[in-house]
């Protein structure tokens, strides 16, 4: 059971426009978010992470927003580069027990020159 | 300033093979865990450890076993390697209650 859901496996931008990723979830107990980016042949690295106590956090190019009520967030990057390219991937944890995180199937996002 | 290292990267079993993958971290993390990626999935729990000496079973644990004799490193093993257990292993650590975890670059297994 999917615990938390991307239901876009792939998603096509401009470069220099906004890329949305978006990421659903389940499980009321979560309460911590973060967005993983993965290359090929490498393993996720950390990007953007939000904590429940908030809407909004914002790092560089990168957003993250969460609609709690709605048990929603998404990633947005602006503006969009090329080496953006890569898939992505939502997780949330209850940060109880060992911090386990609960994935996202991911969407690879191609950010066109 | 290696973070987590696994190896090998590639591996070919044949069924009914058993295998350790290795892996280890220097940043003094307390949490290790490893993940299994499947094409068009994301990455399921398969153990993890909060501390040397103490394991537990995440999501899909069947198959495997995993030991944690020491802080830095966290070795999973494949009992009689089965067409299932083809997949992308993952490893990674964290900090208790960090904000993330620190991946390694993953070990593509095979099992023929």
């Known amino acids: 059971d999917q615990q938390v859901k991307q239901n876009s496996p792939s998603l096509s931008v401009q470069e220099g426009r906004i890329s949305i990723l978006n990421c659903d979830y389940t499980?009321?107990?979560?309460?911590?978010f973060l967005w993983y980016k993965k290359y090929p042949a490498e393993g996720p690295t950390f990007l953007i992470s939000?904590?429940?106590?908030?809407d909004k956090n914002e790092d560089g190019r990168f957003t993250v927003f969460l609609n709690k009520s709605a048990k929603h967030l998404s990633l947005h990057i602006v503006p969009s580069q090329p080496g953006d390219s890569a898939v992505y991937f939502c997780?949330?944890?209850?940060?109880?027990?060992?911090?386990?995180?609960?994935f996202g199937t991911g969407t690879r996002l191609t950010v066109i020159p | 300033n290696a973070g987590v290292t696994q190896t090998p990267k590639f591996r070919i079993l044949k069924i009914g093979q058993s295998m350790t993958l290795q892996c280890a971290q220097d940043?003094?993390?307390?949490?290790m865990y490893w993940y299994r990626q499947d094409p068009g999935m994301g990455l399921k729990l398969i153990y993890y450890?909060?501390?040397?000496?103490?394991?537990d079973k995440g999501e899909v644990p069947n198959g495997y076993n995993v030991s944690r004799s020491t802080t830095e490193d966290f070795p999973l093993r494949l009992e009689l390697a089965a067409p299932s257990q083809t997949s992308v292993y993952f490893c990674?650590?964290?900090?208790?209650?960090?904000?993330?975890?620190?991946f390694g670059s993953g070990t593509r297994l095979t099992v023929v």
């Open positions: 990674a650590s964290s900090y208790e209650f960090s904000y993330g975890y620190t």
């Open positions: 499980n009321s107990m979560f309460d911590y």
């Open positions: 939000i904590s429940s106590i908030k």
């Open positions: 997780a949330a944890n209850d940060q109880t027990g060992a911090n386990n995180l609960f």
């Open positions: 940043m003094n993390h307390n949490y």
């Open positions: 450890s909060v501390g040397a000496g103490i394991t």
